[in-house]
């Protein structure tokens, strides 16, 4: 739940995908017409010489009217880098610490 200009937001439903020093969010809220939307949110870890950790975010919404539209642009992309690159991944620096070991948290015990 969050706390938006004032107003409550509360998440209908809710996974996690945590993929190394990445999380990804996928929540659903509800406008103030009473529709759904869903809110997608990566948070990615980082950590300074000095040890000190913070986080980065950034956020899309995704609204109904563009489902069908962002599915196929999504999976056209997507289709097009496994394509051209495989599934390998290439940057080691990017999994560091973390390879194979992707997950979704199923349930809110598991946070």
């Known amino acids: 739940m969050s706390d938006y200009n004032g107003q409550r937001e509360e998440e209908i439903f809710t996974k996690v995908l945590k ?23 990566e948070s990615k870890k980082n950590y300074s010489d000095d040890g000190s950790r913070s986080s980065e975010k950034h956020k899309i919404y995704l609204y109904k009217e563009d489902f069908k539209n962002f599915s196929e642009l999504f999976k056209e992309a997507t289709d097009f880098i496994i394509d051209e690159k495989g599934e390998e991944v290439i940057s080691e620096r990017h999994d560091r610490g973390f390879k194979n070991n992707p997950f979704t948290i199923k349930t809110e015990d598991e946070i």
Do not use: H, N, Q
């Open 19 to 41: 993929a190394g020093r990445r999380s990804y969010f996928f929540d659903v809220r509800e406008t103030k017409a009473g529709d759904y939307f869903l809110t997608i949110t």
